[in-house]
T-cell receptor
Framework: NAGVTQTPKFRVLKTGQSMTLLCAQD?????MYWYRQDPGMGLRLIHY???????AKGEVPDGYNVSRLKKQNFLLGLESAAPSQTSVYFC????????????FGPGTRLTVT | GEDVEQSLFLSVREGDSSVINCTYT??????LYWYKQEPGAGLQLLTY?????DMKQDQRLTVLLNKKDKHLSLRIADTQTGDSAIYFC???????????FGKGTSLLVTP
């Protein structure tokens, strides 16, 4: 049982390039989330999904797109990377229950030059 | 969202108790959480408390909740060097999906 996994672990992009971050969970969770973490700040929600085929915007969605084609996977895309998107990206997942405990992946460190 | 407030830094000696404090924003938050983040790692859920409780104990961890003051604390008994990490307080947001995180408290445990 791997929990929540993320690929890649590290990536360096040039401004304007695109990339996709992959999140996978094997806990059969309904909900999945993408957060970003910047120095000295807490986590901010980018997008989330409450089930296969559904996505919704979080607090900071601009510049990102997401897809949830399979229940176990949640993809985060950057169509045209900008230096402001340099950050550590965390994926999380949770069951459909009131307590909504979220379980996090190890993170992807992205640098945009 | 509005800020969940935490002190940025706490230093304790090994064997002492640590108390990390948090002030949250939404009086309607139903659940409050404590996460631990070690260097280069993701966030690990330590514990959570339902808003109709005022205390929860789990081994060395004790969570106290003062709903009137919107104050949450995490006490770690017999703090060890392995407890050195960043601790995040989080509240459930009214929509029920996302969590609103504080900026984290960096705990340093010295021998």
């Amino acid at each position: 049982n791997a929990g929540v996994t993320q690929t890649p672990k590290f990536r360096v992009l040039k401004t304007g390039q695109s990339m996709t971050l992959l999140c996978a969970q094997d806990m059969n969770h309904e909900y999945m989330y993408w957060y970003r973490q910047d120095p000295g700040m807490g986590l901010r929600l980018i997008h989330y999904s409450v089930g296969e085929g559904t996505t919704a915007k979080g607090e900071v969605p601009d510049g990102y797109n997401v897809s949830r084609l399979k229940k176990q996977n949640f993809l985060l895309g950057l169509e045209s990377a900008a230096p402001s998107q340099t950050s550590v990206y965390f994926c999380a997942s949770s069951h459909l229950r009131e307590s909504n405990e979220q379980y996090f992946g190890p993170g992807t460190r992205l640098t945009v030059t | 969202g509005e800020d969940v407030e935490q002190s940025l830094f706490l230093s304790v000696r090994e064997g002492d108790s640590s108390v990390i404090n948090c002030t949250y924003t939404d009086s309607s938050s139903t659940y409050l959480y404590w996460y631990k983040q070690e260097p280069g790692a993701g966030l690990q859920l330590l514990t959570y408390i339902f808003s109709n409780m005022d205390m929860k104990q789990d081994q060395r961890l004790t969570v106290l909740l003062n709903k009137k003051d919107k104050h949450l604390s995490l006490r770690i008994a017999d703090t060890q060097t392995g407890d050195s990490a960043i601790y995040f307080c989080a509240e459930s947001i009214n929509s029920g999906y996302a969590l609103n995180f504080g900026k984290g408290t960096s705990l340093l445990v010295t021998p």
